[in-house]
């Protein structure tokens, strides 16, 4: 697989462009893969399918200089990225952007892939035009326009951008999950993915209580929705990880009944349900690989009891697992 198609891949895997709507909704920004391409270039794709660039990027672009210098721009955001970790760092353009490595477990941190940000601004900065301003020289744009653009971009508080950094962790280490999953089938967990899978859960909780803090909603999306969301997004892409109504609750910062409400609310259905209906979706497929006994199916679908597996996959499907397997594989 070319690392053309491989970026694509990333951008589109459902939860990531998740990932990607959760941080549009709550910041107004939107995500963008960078990979590491043929002859170190880097293929770059957007899970939400389109420019997501600002006006003020375009812009930019839109010159020769202003292209080079983006380019150069976005390669040292990579570079930064994968040999420090998470970073916010400040653009040519003098506006900012935020960027990840995705761990890929065997994989060097220089050619994994790393998930940024676009563009923004930081909120209450008086001066932020006038330094944006002295990192223009050379570009031939119109400054009253890019002025324009500049004040349409996305302007983050401080807390937009601690939750923007727990989504783009969230969405980094999703797509480190999928590029190994992509690179090599039916692999048995390792620990550094069993460490990567803890990590995930620490960067969960963390963000859970940032939605449960106060107002961090953007238009008409409300906290409980975001919470909502990034909840179903993270049981989506790990069935099997020990989520509960009372885990969940307490890192989010409220009773377990009022999380249990809001769940139902927005997704129609009880947590649980919802838990066990991804579970069952994931034996399925384990299913498929004839070298698993039925018991370690259900371990790896976050069943840790094979009978009580066995029923409830027989009340879901009606078949028990060992009579779909005879029928499906």
Known sequence: MSSKEMA???????VVKSF??????????????????????????????ENVMPGFCRMMRSTVEGQRRCSTCRSLVAFAAANRGGIEHTCHGGVYVMAAPAAVPGKAPIESPVVSTCAYRMAHDGLSWQKAQSHLAGIPVDR????????????????QRDLAREILDLAAWGIGQKYSSLEKKNETTTPAARSSMETMESQFHSALRLVGEGELERGNQSPGKTL??????????????PHSVSLI???????PNHFSTLFRRHM????????????????????SNLTLGIHEVAVQSGFPDANYFARVFKKHTGMTPREWREKWS
């Open 249 to 255: 609750a307490r890192a989010a910062r409220m009773t």
């Open 268 to 287: 129609g259905k009880t947590f649980m349900e919802f838990l066990i209906e991804k579970r069952i979706e994931m034996a399925k497929k384990q299913l």
């Open 20 to 49: 990607d709507l959760l941080a549009h909704r709550v910041t107004g920004l939107r995500l963008i893969i960078l990979l590491p391409g043929e002859n170190r270039a880097l293929e770059i794709s957007q899970p939400s399918g």
């Open 8 to 14: 694509q891949k990333l951008a589109d895997d459902e």
């Open 144 to 159: 009253r326009k890019m002025k324009a653009e500049y004040e349409n971009m996305p302007q983050l508080t401080r807390r």
């Open 228 to 241: 909502v969301e990034m909840v179903a997004g993270v049981v989506m892409r790990e069935p099997a990880l």
